[in-house]
């Protein structure tokens, strides 16, 4: 049924009008098809405006919107659906629609979920914070230098939400030892969702944007396109130059008043047999993901390695393994389904046919794709976001219309999404640090929209370049 957002039970008016305009948008090729598409690209198309509306007015979870794509695209556009294929016309194979659920990308983020909540579990989070924090002493500028290199680092490995919840544990006592009218407050409580959100740029596991594009690659073409390793080597020279850029935004905009700050830098590492094991299990993975172009296993595979390691030596159980974020996986497989029923149903290329695209030179094309990401991912949810448009770039790169390379832009339209954080909504880090009290929406606007462009800038100038030189793009 659908859900409120403010958890009372009944639907805002913005809720209802999402609704509303999701079924007219269902109903509307039924009615009135679209002469250019085929039957089936007709029902995708009705599939994919009903989407639209729910993720953007989140009429439901997010999750539930994905999972209800999957059925409604088993039943309506593949081989054991209730529409027969007229002549000429090939229905998709309704298991490869389910298997959007299981899609290698998938056991990929699993493998990262299980590496995360074990992190929190034995406090291995919190242990190496206050360990790597120690030599930043006890100057308030490096202080805050040293919680965002700590906390990128983490969102690399770690969903953004948990690394932002952690780490505002961290810096609430440090932040309580400022007197109140202190600016340099609002950098602190700033600094994390900032750093948790540009660190889950570095790693393909950081961010559900990063998999929903990966997963769009790979079935587009047919396999994976970008190893770890690749995507690190692209991402992190721009993690860095955003980490700075950041860093001197909230330096420059909110001065420290106190010349010092203590710190308590006590930590206590558990050594019991589990917690070891999963230390072990840690460093090893994240070492075979580093290292996939010397060993020559697929980081999809390796990501399975945490997930029955950690089972098998009773180091996670049952309980455990129902605090994963499954929610957060059926919404990655949602729009890996999206992006197969819009490919197999010839509705990318209507799309494409609509506009004159060929007249766009590559840079001026993937400036707009990732403003409009970034824009998009400001007002909605960065994974809605990527689930939209990953598809229908990727197509528009694959049709030939355009010089622009499907991976360059699958992974510039999921970056574009990282760069959005001008509000409570645009991620759910800006939503937990707004919730402290510590940060005003003017404050948070203003450093978002001058990060969002300066860094859009940088990336749209710099990034084919770098990838290029990685050797993820064709030269």
């Excluded at 074990?118 to 291995?124: D, I, M, V």
């Excluded at 602190?188 to 998999?211: E, H």
């Excluded at 993975?285 to 595979?301: A, P, R, Y």
Aim: glycine share 10%; with cysteine; net charge positive.
């Amino acid at each position: 049924m659908p859900h409120s957002a403010t958890g009372s039970g009944r639907l805002s008016w913005g809720q209802w009008a999402g609704l509303v305009l999701g079924l007219v948008g269902f109903a509307f090729p039924f009615v009135a098809p679209v002469a250019d598409l085929s039957p089936s690209g007709n029902r995708m198309l009705a599939i994919f405006l009903l989407a639209v509306a729910l993720w953007v007015a989140e009429v439901v979870p997010l999750h539930a919107t994905s999972v209800l794509i999957i059925l409604l695209e088993v039943l309506m556009i593949s081989d054991r659906g209730l529409f027969s294929p007229i002549a000429g016309e090939t229905a998709v194979k309704y298991p490869l629609l389910f298997s959007a659920l299981a899609d290698p990308v998938i056991i990929l983020f699993l493998g990262g979920f299980f590496l995360a909540d074990g992190a929190t579990k034995f406090r291995l989070d919190r242990n190496l914070a206050r360990v790597i924090l120690k030599p930043f002493g006890n100057r308030p500028a490096m202080i805050l230098l040293g919680l965002m290199l700590i906390t990128a680092v983490f969102s690399m490995f770690m969903s953004n939400t948990a690394t932002t919840a952690t780490f505002m544990a961290v810096v609430m006592p440090v932040i309580a030892q400022l007197p109140k009218e202190d600016r340099f407050r609002t950098a602190l409580a700033l600094s994390i969702p900032i750093a948790a959100n540009i660190g889950g740029i570095g790693t393909p596991i950081g961010t559900p944007p990063n998999a929903i594009a990966l997963g769009a690659l790979s079935k587009s073409l047919g396999g994976t396109p970008i190893t770890f390793g690749q995507w690190m080597l692209g991402a992190m020279p721009f993690v860095l130059v955003f980490l700075a850029l950041a860093y001197c935004l909230l330096i420059g905009l909110f001065k420290p008043v106190s010349e010092r700050i203590e710190l308590n830098m006590a930590s206590t590492f558990d050594r019991r047999p589990k917690a070891i094991i999963f230390y072990v299990t840690f460093g090893v993975t994240v070492l075979l993901w580093m290292t996939e172009n010397l060993h020559g296993i697929n980081s999809n595979i390796v990501g399975f390695v945490p997930v029955v390691v950690l089972t098998c030596t009773g180091v996670f159980g049952v309980d455990d393994i129902q605090k994963l974020e499954w929610h957060v996986l059926w919404l990655v497989a949602g729009g890996i389904a999206l992006g197969t029923g819009i490919a197999a149903t010839g509705m990318d290329r209507w799309f494409i046919s609509l506009f004159p695209w060929g007249k766009m030179g590559p840079f001026v094309l993937v400036a707009v794709l990732t403003m409009t990401a970034l824009l998009m991912s400001t007002f909605l949810s960065n994974s809605a976001t990527c689930n939209l448009i990953a598809p229908i770039g990727i197509s528009l790169a694959m049709s030939g219309v355009v010089k622009v390379s499907p991976v360059e832009a699958g992974v510039f339209i999921a970056i574009g999404t990282s760069l959005a954080m001008a509000l409570p909504i645009s991620t759910p880090p800006n939503a937990i640090a707004f919730a402290t009290g510590q940060v005003r929406v003017k404050d948070m606007a203003v450093v978002g929209a001058i990060f969002g462009v300066v860094s859009w800038g940088l990336f749209v100038w710099l990034g084919p370049w770098v990838w290029q030189a990685v050797g993820v793009l064709p030269k």
